[in-house]
Every structure is written in structure tokens, then in C-alpha cells.
T-cell receptor, first 113, second 113 residues
Framework: AQSVTQPDIHITVSEGASLELRCNYS??????LFWYVQSPGQGLQLLLK??????LVQGIKGFEAEFKRSQSSFNLRKPSVHWSDAAEYFC???????????FGTGTSLTVIP | KAGVTQTPRYLIKTRGQQVTLSCSPI?????VSWYQQTPGQGLQFLFE???????NKGNFPGRFSGRQFSNSRSEMNVSTLELGDSALYLC????????????FGQGTRLTVV
């Protein structure tokens, strides 16, 4: 069965500190992997995606994620967090055909000045 | 280039009523998918349309239905509304069914009273 686990419901970091959000997935085939961000009352914005190739992918706003097949993980990282990064972050997996994504439950990020 | 447009943004309905939500995808995009987002269940896939045909359907009762028009615009309908249908309904569009990248709208906030 397909599923995504984001073990951290809420994370608080200080501005300027590094960030890592965890994501583990279960999928029957090689998945496409995504990280989305959602600000309050807004839709989802794509941060980055992994389809194949280099397992370290760069995204927008200084985010990066590393795909580790052996650990079924796709963790999101940022070296220095800005106050504007406070939002809800969702990891998702999807098939190669179709847009039926499976989302994690999200990690809420609070940034302390 | 305009993004994904969902109308209305907010809606209040009474139990037992029906509701229709609209989604206009990005120009040129032919695939539209719908998701329900609630605090308890997170983001759940409703259905996906491509070239006016429903390609995938999530695990929702038959009260939830949708359609896609020849201009790729999509509507979803919920009949006999229940309190539990209160949610943020998100629409996503992508160029094709090949799941390269999905762009989300800001959503329609439905409140059932």
C-alpha cells in the first residue's frame, strides 16, 4: 500500500538555524517524490521534486532534498531558515502516470526570531 | 500566465444541500485532479480528469462527483452535504497525465452547517 509518513507534526527552529524535515514513504514501484509548502489559507506550492537521476535535488527558496532508496526516505533540508519559511510542509509520492498523489500529514514549521 | 483558479473561495452550505465547485486549470493543461483537505484526514485524493474522462477515483462515496469540460475546466459536485464534508477542496492541474508537475489552486473552503 502506498503511504507517506512525516513523523514530526510540529518543529520550531530559530531564524538562521538549519532545518531538516523527515519523510518516509511506502510505494510499490519507483515513486515520484515531491515536497510542497502551504501557507495559511493558501494552496500548495511545489518546492522540489525527484523523478530520477541525482538523488540530491535542489528546489526553490534554498531548499534541497535527498532521496535515499535504501531508507525509503526523502528528507527536506535548508541550511539557514528565514522567518518567511514558517508554513506547513507536505511530502508526497505519486505514480509515473496520473496525478493521484499520496500526501503525508504535514509538518508545521514555526520560526523564532 | 494565470495560475489555477478555483471559485468560489469560500462557501457556506446547510446539511442536505448540494454544492458545485469550479476549477480552471492553467492554460494548456489538460489534467485536473481534486483533493479534500481536513485537519483530521489531511489531504486525500478525490478524482482525476484528463481529456474529459475520469481517470482515477479516490475512496469517497458516490455523493462526490465531478466532470471536465472540453476546455479542461472542471467542476466537482457534492450532493446531500454532511457536516463532515466541511473542508478545503484543492484542485491541481498539470500539462498531461505523465505527472511531471502539478500546480495547485488556492482552494475552496466549504463549511457545512
Amino acid at each position: 500500500a502506498q503511504s507517506v509518513t512525516q513523523p514530526d507534526i510540529h518543529i520550531t527552529v530559530s531564524e538562521g538555524a538549519s532545518l531538516e524535515l523527515r519523510c518516509n514513504y511506502s510505494y510499490g514501484a519507483t515513486p515520484y517524490l515531491f515536497w510542497y509548502v502551504q501557507s495559511p489559507g493558501q494552496g500548495l506550492q511545489l518546492l522540489l521534486k525527484y523523478f530520477s537521476g541525482d538523488t540530491l535535488v535542489q528546489g526553490i527558496k534554498g531548499f534541497e532534498a535527498e532521496f535515499k532508496r535504501s531508507q525509503s526516505s526523502f528528507n527536506l533540508r535548508k541550511p539557514s531558515v528565514h522567518w518567511s519559511d514558517a508554513a506547513e510542509y507536505f511530502c508526497a509520492v505519486g505514480p509515473h502516470t496520473g496525478n493521484q498523489f499520496y500526501f503525508g500529514t504535514g509538518t508545521s514549521l514555526t520560526v523564532i526570531p | 500566465k494565470a495560475g489555477v483558479t478555483q471559485t468560489p473561495r469560500y462557501l457556506i452550505k446547510t446539511r442536505g444541500q448540494q454544492v458545485t465547485l469550479s476549477c480552471s486549470p492553467i492554460s494548456g493543461h489538460r489534467s485536473v485532479s481534486w483533493y479534500q483537505q481536513t485537519p483530521g484526514q489531511g489531504l486525500q485524493f478525490l478524482f482525476e480528469y484528463f481529456s474529459e474522462t475520469q481517470r482515477n477515483k479516490g475512496n469517497f462515496p458516490g455523493r462526490f462527483s465531478g466532470r471536465q469540460f472540453s476546455n479542461s475546466r472542471s467542476e466537482m459536485n457534492v450532493s446531500t452535504l454532511e457536516l463532515g464534508d466541511s473542508a478545503l477542496y484543492l484542485c491541481a492541474s498539470s500539462l498531461t497525465q505523465s505527472n511531471t508537475e502539478a500546480f495547485f489552486g488556492q482552494g475552496t473552503r466549504l463549511t457545512v452547517v
